[in-house]
């Protein structure tokens, strides 16, 4: 098994530490412990680095939130600026591609390259093209307060041959009794929790059509007998690790019922923006949220409703 070795030094080197600050700070610059950090950068990072190389480094005092993130509200644990949010940076900078690599190709979300515009596009491409006959939807049920110490503080998950680097990431992890929900290495703790199953799917299942984004999973094929052999099977999978899944949908016929998925919904002939996108965009639009038109527009790229977005944004752009 091949693991990440030697890699504690280019974690805590100064440079490693300024390029995390650099990306931690990124559309952040007006928040106050970001200001305060800008007046010296040198001193706070040389502090940092001096936590970490002497292991002396804690994890800080969460502050807890509620987010309506579609229609389920996720609890958001969050950490100060310095020198929680640097630290992670500085630590992800190391492990994320190595991680990356050993997911399969068609796990999405807080993964560089593969977020909802990746995931629609290769689903999109599935429907399209190959035209699976049926399709079921599964999710983990309250997926990341349900990820327990017990299945993340499990070495063979992260394959760090580095004992420093693998204590840096336990000892964030134990900071709370489940998977903190809003820090950059629990993102990507919480697809690596459960890369066993993707990879069974895929392996031993030989589930050509399966696409999981975060915790909720599509199932796609041409016969509805084997599907749902397949999903009793994953839904064992998660119940051996503690998790509960449900079905979010009875089988689906794609030539006639719509599969809805991260934004879209969409069969063998149409593709659709989901209603409930559309209508949050046009409400952006009427409060002027210049912050939210770029999400929207990709979503409206993707379901190949541009010409929904231009004309909203035109409306804008005259007012």
């Known amino acids: 098994m091949k693991t990440l070795k030697n890699i504690w030094t280019d974690i805590t080197s100064i440079n490693n530490i300024e390029l995390a600050y650099k990306k931690a700070k990124k559309g952040k610059r007006h928040y106050r412990a970001v200001k305060e950090v800008e007046k010296d950068p040198r001193k706070y990072l040389l502090h940092l680095q001096s936590l970490l190389r002497e292991g002396t480094y804690r994890t800080s005092e969460y502050s807890v939130s509620e987010e309506l993130c579609g229609s389920k509200v996720r609890v958001l644990h969050k950490l100060p600026f310095f020198p929680d949010r640097i630290a992670h940076h500085a630590f992800m900078n190391l492990v994320s591609e190595f991680w990356k690599r050993s997911l399969i190709r068609d796990t999405f979300q807080s993964i560089e390259g593969r977020g909802t515009s990746d995931c629609i596009s290769r689903v999109r491409f599935a429907v399209h093209n190959d035209k699976p006959l049926f399709a079921k939807k599964l999710d983990v049920v309250k997926y990341y307060p349900s990820l327990t110490n017990d299945i993340t503080i499990d070495p063979k998950l992260y394959k760090l041959g580095d004992v420093k680097a693998q204590d840096f990431l336990f000892e964030l992890l134990g900071s709370l009794p489940v998977t903190p929900l809003g820090n950059h290495p629990s993102q990507y703790v919480g697809n690596l929790a459960i890369s066993d199953i993707d990879w069974y799917a895929k392996q031993k299942l030989g589930i ?8 909720d999973i ?5 016969s509805i007998s084997e599907i749902n052999e397949q999903t009793d099977v994953i839904k064992s999978l998660f119940a051996d690790k503690g998790l509960r899944t449900k079905e979010t949908s ?25 209603k409930s996108i559309s209508d949050s965009f ?10 939210s038109i770029p999400s929207y527009y990709g979503w409206c790229k993707q379901a190949r409703a541009e010409k929904l977005f231009q004309k909203h944004h035109n409306i804008l752009q005259k007012n």
Do not use: E, P, W
């Not at 050509?208 to 915790?215: A, E, F, I, M, T």
């Not at 009875?250 to 989901?274: A, I, M, P």
């Not at 046009?282 to 912050?291: G, P, V, W």
């Open 282 to 291: 046009k409400l952006a639009i009427k409060a002027r949220n210049l912050d």
């Open 208 to 215: 050509k059509h399966y696409y999981r984004y975060c915790d």
């Open 250 to 274: 009875n089988t689906l016929n794609l030539q006639t019922d719509l599969l809805d998925f991260v934004g879209v919904r969409l069969n063998h002939s149409k593709l659709l923006l989901r």
């Open 218 to 222: 599509i199932i796609m094929g041409d």
